[in-house]
Structures are given as C-alpha cells and as structure tokens.
C-alpha cells in the first residue's frame, strides 16, 4: 500500500517498533507524525539492539526517515541517537525533519517535572521530557520551531521573550531557578549548526513520494487509548496517536492514506498512572 498508519491500539508498549522496522523494509519512506522523546521503540537488528525515543525505525533500514510538523523535537535526545547511530556504522543522512515542528527547550522539561512534583498523588504520570508544556506552548503560539534553528538572530529574540514569561512562571510558582538567556541561546545555537543539513520540507516530500507511487509508512508512538482527545483523560499524552492526526501531523491529505494497522498485544499494560479498566 502507498501510504500506511500503524497504530498502537491500547495503552502504547504494544510493540509497534518491531512491526514498523518489518515494514520498513518493503517501504520507501519512514515518518514519525506526533510525539516526542517519550517513546520507546526497540528493535533488533542483525542481533544488536537500538533504543530509539526519537528515531523513526525505518532509519536502520536506510529508508527516507520523516519526523514531521506534529512532532516536538528535543535537540540534545535527537543529537544523542544520531550520534550513537554513527559510533555503530549507521547514516544519519536518511533523516529529514520538518521545519514546522516544535523544539522542546530547558524550561518545558523544568515545568513537567515542577508541575508532576506539585500535583503529588494527583500526578497524570508524565515522562516528564518537556512534552506536554511543548505542545502547551505550540497551542497558545509561544513555541519556538524548529525553522527558527536556522536564523541565530530570531532564535535568539524567541528565546529571550518566552524567558520573560517562564522564569517569571519557574521563581514565582514553581521555585526553580530560572534560566539564562545567553546559555540557552548559545545551547541551541551550537544545535542549529548540527541539525541545519535535516531541516526539510517535510510536507512536500512525501507528497511527493505519494505521487511518485512510493510507499510510505507512517508511524504513531504512544498508542489509541492515550489520545489527547479519545483517551483516558486526563491520564493521556499530550498530542493525538490515532490514525487520523497522520494526516495533519505529516501535512498530507486524508484521502492519501490508503490503511491502517492497529498494534495490540495478548495482555494489556499501560504507560503512565490513571485508570486502567
């Protein structure tokens, strides 16, 4: 099929890296349409293991490795895989990242652990990687892009006015100490260096793709039952796995996709605290 989700049907944890890297291998394109660093797939290939957070599975194969505008992206995770990656003999040259996805910065991944630390038993069971405060700020048009890597000066002016808010939100509510601008600044500008050759339209490539008859995979981390809006809430992730955010998460018309895998396992567990029937 030219275009297929794979989806996890319940809580996540249902082994949807090992399907993903098995059809990777009869695909041309990889993508990764929502989630951060907060999943977990593990593949073995060639008896090594890889741990990927952020990694679409398909780049082992080599194939075109799509993280696309519904992601959030965590610089210094991604970084770590792809450099781990290279220590083992893989390119990380199959990777394209949108320019449209959100970049988690050190104060989203202080406020997760703050706000889960001031909730006590109330906890929703975050991973606390800066996720849902990423999405929080994409929602209310405060996040910074990933395009942003690519101009030092506007990166800079975001930086500076999204501080302005949070440190003032890290001292006052969460007595964290804030952050400084020119670290931060100098932190992601020595990222945008290395991650400036990934920065793609993502979009376009694999519309593209679609209409040159490839095939593409697109892949959901967490699973249907921890959907922002179809799930447990509020014990839920902080973006939409089901089949239909592939579409908007990638930047491709519904009507593109042509099925859909739903991943389940013989006995349920799920990821994170809240009800589980």
Known sequence: MPATVIVG??????GKGKIVDLLAQESDVVCRY???PNAGHTVIVAGETFKFRHLPSG??????????????????VLLDELDGLEQRGISPEPLKISGNAHLIMPWHIAIDGASEKRLGKL??????????????????????????????????????VALAEKNVWLERVYEHDPFDLEDVASGYEGFAQRLRPFVADT????????ADGKRVLLEGAQGTLLD???????????????????????GIGPTRIDA????????VTRVGAG???
């Open 59 to 76: 780049i082992l194969s080599g194939k075109t490795s799509v993280l696309g505008a519904g992601c959030v992206v965590d610089p210094a």
């Open 228 to 250: 922002l809006d179809h799930g447990t809430y509020p014990f839920v992730t902080s973006s939409n796995p089901i089949a239909g955010a592939a579409a908007t998460g990638i």
């Open 34 to 36: 929502q989630g951060g």
């Open 203 to 210: 979009s376009l490539l694999v519309d593209r793709a679609l």
């Open 260 to 267: 859909v895998l739903g991943v389940s396992k013989a006995y």
């Open 275 to 277: 009800p589980f029937p």
């Open 123 to 160: 906890q929703i069971g975050t991973t606390r990687r800066g996720i849902g405060p990423a999405y929080a700020d994409k929602a209310a048009r405060l996040g910074i892009r990933v395009q942003d890597l690519l101009d030092s000066k506007i990166l800079r002016q975001k930086i500076e």
């Open 9 to 14: 049907a319940q809580w996540g944890d249902e």
